[in-house]
């Protein structure tokens, strides 16, 4: 291979390839649409866009954790070459209906070994097929929940989908539909970059109510319930405390801060509440075991609640969770993923941390 492909192609040559719909950048690069939130391939024969509204990506994972959807018309996540006729419907059952949640049950009764999925989403796209669902639903239902952007606005200019199918992914996310969301409380939702992927915060006017990987496991679960805690809908839009938040978390990421000043909202049970405020008695650099844990809120004997309400922190980094390991030095577990969790600890131990690949 001429070394020139492995340097990775600039934005300007990116959209001239783009417009020309140059065969020859297929697989070197992803064409991000900002008003449609939607990918493409480089050969994409949909309508193109304006220079200033295209983003692009190395690939279609990197554009699925930015919050973009793949396009129906030229399917980026299907293989160059050959994809599987499973693969393809899978594909496009998805693009159809984006709302729908196929589980390893539903792989076994349309004759699919769920495994074969998973490891050809992981070997093309780095990503579970669990997850590439999840991101999926998640980049739909934010799309449109832009600051002060009505439900039938510009978004569906595109004719990508339909309005009730929005409507549905809106519910399956958020578990209120978004036309009922209007007179109540809002939980305000932004999204910011960190070395370690894009998380989603959450903010109400006490503070920060929910700070997450986008890739996390459970995520729509935990927005859901935290909707229905507040009485709140969620909404896309900024907040006083987003600022600090992403002041504290970049000097925080640069090795720069050890203890976080931004005001927390998290609503619980009393029980829970004690567990998270605990975590934030874990000083910068240090680590618990559950049982430490357990023994600190005075329940020596409810290591296993206590870990439970470890895993419901929804403040990933400001409630550090990644400072409780095993009795034995084990990591364990960790939403975020146990690479994080490592990167996290290694970080606070004045570790050398590059950035991930
Ligand atoms: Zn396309």
Redesign the pocket.
Known sequence: MPAIDLIAPTAAECYRALVAKDATYEGRFIAAVKTTG?F??PT???RKPKPQNVEFFATPKEALLRGYRP????T?LAARDATPPFIQELLELLARQPTVKITDADLRQRGLEPATVRRWFRRQHGITFQAYQRLNRINLAFKKLQSGETVTATAFDSGYESLSGFQDSFKAVFGVAPTRGRQQQVINLTRLETPLGTMLACATEQGICLLEFTDRRMLETELRDLARRLGATIVQSDNPHFAQLRQELAEYFAGRRQAFSVPLHMPGTAFQQAVWQELGRIAYGTTRSYGQQALAVGRPTAVRAVAAANGLNRLAILVPCHRVIGADGQLTGYAGGLWRKKWLLELEQGGQNSAPA
Not at 71 to 74: A, D, E, F, G
């Open positions: 939607i493409c391939r994409c024969p949909a396009c129906k018309v030229c980026p």
